[in-house]
């Protein structure tokens, strides 16, 4: 008896701690008016204004920024400019290229920052602030994201944004652990 007491309370001890680890990051915290550019922007529109501001459909690869040292720098340990991300995203004075360049650099965020980013873009799209392809970019797994196509909270939010923007073939070899299995040859 005593060791089914045992089970069953390190059986929920390890739920507690997987779920608040595996939880959403609460990003409330951001602010989103009157703050100041930090340097991501700063990375942004310096990458986009070298560019000579054209648009990611027109490059050979939108995911160019990855490459640059300042970008590296960024997309390495992108968790402390995950409210200034945020603040690019919901921005009016970004293009849509500006803000697909952001979302590139914040693919290596922790998952509970990742569902975060997740669900907070979930609200810009159905507010028109980001387009579908910026927010096709954030529901496809890539970095952090490709290695949670298991977690339910991850999947309960790509079930919930993936019907409207991706391939329904698509949507089922990413939910079934097919897409995990045939991405690493796929790059970004």
């Not at 939880?23 to 922007?41: D, E, F, I, K």
């Not at 920052?113 to 910026?134: C, N």
């Amino acid at each position: 008896m005593k060791r089914l007491l045992w089970i069953v309370l390190t059986a929920s001890l390890l739920l507690i701690v997987a779920w608040r680890f595996w939880s959403p990051a609460n990003l409330s915290a951001c602010t989103y008016q009157n703050t100041a550019p930090g340097p991501l922007t700063a990375v942004i529109r310096n990458y986009f204004e070298g560019n000579s501001r054209i648009d990611w459909r027109d490059m050979d690869d939108r995911f160019d920024i990855l490459s640059t040292p300042e970008g590296q720098k960024i997309a390495g340990e992108p968790k402390p400019y995950t409210c200034e991300a945020l603040q690019i995203l919901q921005s009016p004075a970004f293009s849509q290229s500006e803000k697909i360049f952001t979302t590139a650099l914040m693919f290596e965020l922790p998952i509970g920052q990742y569902m975060g980013l997740m669900d907070r873009s979930h609200q810009l799209y159905a507010e028109g602030k980001i387009d579908r392809e910026v927010m096709k970019l954030v529901t496809l797994p890539r970095g952090t994201a490709l290695n949670y196509w298991w977690l339910p909270a991850w999947r309960e939010r790509f079930a919930r944004d993936a019907p409207s923007i991706l391939d329904a073939n698509l949507i089922r070899q990413v939910l079934s652990g097919h897409y995990w299995f045939d991405y690493p040859g796929a790059g970004y």
